[in-house]
Nanobody, 118 residues
Framework: QARFVESGGGWVQPGGSLRLSCAAA????????AGWYRQAPGKPRESVAI???????RYGDSVKGRFTISKDSAKNTIYLQMTDLKDEDTAMYYC????????????WGQGTQVTVSS
């Protein structure tokens, strides 16, 4: 059973919106902070948005004001609402606990591809 299953990616024109979903196994998001990460070709994986257990959220500078992370604890699922998408948002998007240390950092889901282009 996959630990994380991401979905919702696709192709969108600049300025468009997408909503990503991530279902986690074993109630992970009930017990750990949750995060969205992305990796563009030739670049390292970077943190995009974090949802802390206390309800606070944190965002990378490049997505502040455009992306919103949310969590449905009953479904052990997190979401990433992305608006005003830019070409530079093109990447494979992954979810994981935050921080993705130890065993969490060794196994990632298949990700969901987001492509922004005209």
């Amino acid at each position: 059973q996959a630990r994380f299953v991401e979905s919702g990616g696709g192709w969108v024109q600049p300025g468009g919106s997408l909503r990503l979903s991530c279902a986690a196994a074993d109630s992970l998001f009930t017990n750990y902070h949750a995060g969205w990460y992305r990796q563009a070709p030739g670049k390292p994986r970077e943190s995009v948005a974090i949802a802390l257990l206390n309800g606070e959220t944190r965002y990378g500078d490049s997505v502040k004001g455009r992306f919103t992370i949310s969590k449905d604890s009953a479904k052990n699922t997190i979401y990433l609402q992305m608006t005003d998408l830019k070409d530079e948002d093109t990447a494979m998007y992954y979810c994981n606990v935050h921080p993705p240390l130890g065993p969490f950092g060794k196994v990632w889901g298949q990700g969901t591809q987001v492509t922004v282009s005209s």
